[in-house]
C-alpha cells in the first residue's frame, strides 16, 4: 500500500505526471473537473503510471479538490 500526494490540473493540453518528489506528484488532465471526469482520468493515467488495475486505486482524502492524497495497492 502506497500514499501519494497529488496536485490534478483539469483542463491541460497534454496528459501527463510529473514527479515532484518522493511521494508527491502533479498530474495533468484534459478532462474537466465535472462530474468526476477529471478524477477518472488522474485514476486511468495513475493505473497506467504504476502497471496495477484501476480498481487498485483509491482516492483517500480530497475528491473535491486540487490536492488529493490517493492509495494504490501495490
Not at 18 to 29: M, P, R, S
Not at 32 to 61: C, H, P, T, W
Not at 63 to 71: C, D, G, P, S, W
Request: aromatic share 6%; proline share 1%; hydrophobic share 45%.
Amino acid at each position: 500500500m502506497k500514499r501519494i500526494a497529488i496536485k490534478i490540473i483539469p483542463n491541460a493540453k497534454k496528459e501527463e505526471i510529473i514527479k515532484e518528489g518522493e511521494n508527491h506528484y502533479k498530474i495533468k488532465v484534459r478532462a474537466q473537473a465535472v462530474e468526476g471526469r477529471a478524477n477518472e482520468a488522474m485514476i486511468k493515467l495513475l493505473a497506467e503510471y504504476f502497471d496495477v488495475s484501476k480498481s487498485q486505486i483509491k482516492i483517500v482524502r480530497g475528491e473535491f479538490a486540487r490536492n488529493k492524497i490517493v492509495e494504490i495497492e501495490l
